[in-house]
């Protein structure tokens, strides 16, 4: 039969299911636990610094300097009179396209071409002990401002999906020139929304 009788009080199998499925104080606790849970991550996706779907990007106009060192400036034909200054010369002019040449993505376009005398360094100290370096005659270091659109995200300048970092190598090809060059300054402009 599908009645039980007890204590004078029959109840039938229906009753005793609804009767099971109560909340207890465990059910209570873990409902708590899986709102704080959801709060948490709600706060930290949201509202907190860190960046737990990665990187957040912003658009920037990325300005970037190299210095190639210790150039033959008359294997290249330049003649340099000054100790530093404007470079005008054939294989490098303002406005040209610059390419990574590891995947040959664009990575901005020439600003400004300057050069500088290199320096070697003597093998004597001064009074300082700091080492004294004197002009390698024939040879300059030139220095080229390139920018470009790209991103920033945790610090770090990208354009094209090439990371532009101070003191990294920047392995480059223009139309007229190839060169291996050290990144010594890199800055940013956030670009507006409207500015696309």
């Not at 948490?40 to 658009?59: H, P, Q, T």
């Not at 993505?105 to 093998?123: D, F, H, N, Q, W």
């Not at 001064?126 to 995200?153: F, K, M, R």
Request: charged share 25%.
């Amino acid at each position: 039969m599908n009645e039980q009788q007890n204590n004078g009080y029959v109840k039938t199998r229906s009753e005793k299911r609804r009767s099971g499925k109560r909340m207890n104080f465990v059910d209570w606790i873990l409902i708590l636990i899986a709102l704080g849970c959801i709060g948490i991550f709600v706060y930290f996706a949201f509202f907190s610094e860190l960046d737990i779907f990665g990187a957040k990007e912003e658009k920037v106009s990325v300005q970037y300097s190299v210095r190639i060192e210790n150039v033959n400036a008359e294997m290249l034909g330049i003649s340099v009179n000054e100790s530093a200054g404007t470079l005008n010369c054939d294989f490098i002019d303002v406005k040209d396209r610059v390419y990574d040449c590891v995947n040959g993505k664009a990575i901005g376009r020439v600003t400004s071409v300057k050069y500088e005398k290199s320096l070697e360094p003597t093998g004597a100290l001064d009074e300082d002990g700091d080492l004294i370096y004197a002009q390698y005659p024939g040879h300059i270091d030139i220095i080229i401002t390139v920018s470009g659109n790209g991103s920033l995200a945790d610090g770090i300048y990208n354009i094209s999906g090439y990371e532009i970092r101070v003191g990294s190598e920047i392995e480059f090809r223009t139309e007229g020139y190839t060169a291996i060059a050290k990144c010594i300054s890199v800055t940013g402009k956030e670009i507006a929304e409207n500015d696309n």
